[in-house]
């Protein structure tokens, strides 16, 4: 039991501090710097949307902002079944060359886009949501980087507006991920795009799937065509955090099982022989990420048992406790508390944990998530 508190706490603390420590070294001896011109390629921008009647309008306006050459730019809104006023806002901006692709079936954000992409004229296809606000030159940076024949996709880099109660903690999750993909693209590929803002050769995305999550399946295929994705920190997509709290749970299971959906159905890239340290990417970052709240429980079960014969123990099992019993009072105690940092860290780590294990059971229970509902934010 003492083997299996220690290996489990190994995994955990390696999960998410060993393997960002591991990619710094291997940037000793390996490092990828892509090639970026001020290249002006046709682009299709595809921004699909869902009863959004409340926000497409200041999406629209921020698209036709964009510093980027009109007659290379064609701008598409896959309205996906929308039966609000979506379509017809979005219509009311047909003299500025926004095109409404009217969706009637609803079947899912990745059929929607899959659509598009059939009707898209570009040789870069730019995917974006209603929800993020695009800088004015966002299109010509991210564009900048195909420059590079190794380039198979690009992402965005995120960046959150965060509401003064600082009570959900998404933003300091996003931080964190924005530095790992910068350690990851350092000297190889990132293992996972932005889905709010995102970039692709239109050959990258000719086997485009409506059942899988569109961001990391582009990733992969990408990385299946011989070429890697990267991001980018001057193409910044801003977003706001989510007003609903509790809805910020629900939306990192439907993410997770979109997300486990995409992994088991592409576990050639496990092959280490063939696509060599993606793969060790793509089960750290991934997997093992995923199998963290299970590590979680081994721990604290072995640590209990061990606990009634050691002192040792017994004082990390109260370092447990008490951090466990700072998240419950960050959950059960609403905004009141949950600003300050000490409560904060231990409610969202075990939220996000919490929603991976519910959305392995859901996953090993045969759920697969094809409609979405956009976050309200």
């Known amino acids: 039991m003492a083997a299996i508190f220690f290996i489990s706490v190994f995994l955990i603390i390696f999960a998410y501090f060993g393997y960002p420590v591991t990619l710094a070294v291997i940037g000793r001896f390996i490092s990828f710097t892509p090639k970026r011109e001020r290249i002006v390629p046709s682009v299709t921008l595809i921004i699909t949307a869902y009863n959004e009647e409340k926000r497409i309008r200041k999406k629209l306006e921020n698209t036709i902002k964009i510093d980027y050459p009109r007659d290379n730019l064609q701008v ?32 899912g954000k990745e059929n929607a886009q899959k659509q598009a992409v059939a009707v898209a004229k570009g040789d870069i296809i730019v995917f974006s949501d ?28 995120d960046r959150m507006i ?15 991920e924005m530095w790992l993909r910068k ?8 293992v996972g795009l932005s889905g709010s803002f995102f970039a692709a050769r239109r050959e990258v995305c000719e086997d485009f799937s409506p059942k899988m999550q569109s961001d990391f399946r582009t990733l992969l295929s990408s990385m299946r065509k011989g070429m890697r994705g990267i991001s980018d920190p001057r193409a910044v997509g801003y977003y706001q955090e989510i007003k609903d ?7 990192k299971v439907r993410t997770v099982i979109r997300g486990l959906t995409v992994f088991f159905k592409n576990l050639e890239f496990l092959n280490v022989f063939e696509f060599g340290l993606f793969s060790y990417q793509y089960v750290c970052h991934k997997l093992l990420r995923w199998l963290v709240p299970f590590f979680l429980i081994a721990a604290l079960i072995a640590n209990a048992w061990c606990s009634v014969r050691s002192p040792f ?9 008490i951090f466990y019993g700072l998240a419950l009072a960050g959950i ?26 519910v959305a392995w059971l859901q996953f090993l229970r045969g759920e697969r998530l094809t409609m979405w509902n956009p976050s309200v934010r």
């Open 183 to 190: 350690l990851e693209c350092s000297v190889n590929s990132v």
């Open 76 to 107: 598409i809104v896959a309205s996906d079944g929308s039966t609000d006023k979506t379509n017809d806002i979005v219509r009311d901006f047909s003299d500025r060359k926004i095109e409404l692709l009217d969706v009637r079936d609803r079947k």
């Open 162 to 176: 965060e509401d003064n109660d600082g009570g959900g903690g998404e933003g300091f999750y996003v931080k964190y």
């Open 245 to 251: 709290k509790s809805r910020e749970f629900d939306r």
């Open 332 to 357: 059960l105690g609403g905004e009141r508390v949950s600003g300050n940092i000490a409560v904060k860290i231990p409610k969202f780590f075990i939220l996000v944990n919490a929603s991976i294990l």
């Open 130 to 157: 209603v929800a993020t606000i695009l800088d004015s030159l966002g299109i010509r940076e991210i564009v900048s980087n195909f420059a590079d024949p190794a380039v198979g996709c690009v992402s965005s880099e």
């Open 313 to 321: 123990f017994l004082w990390i099992l109260a370092a447990q406790v």
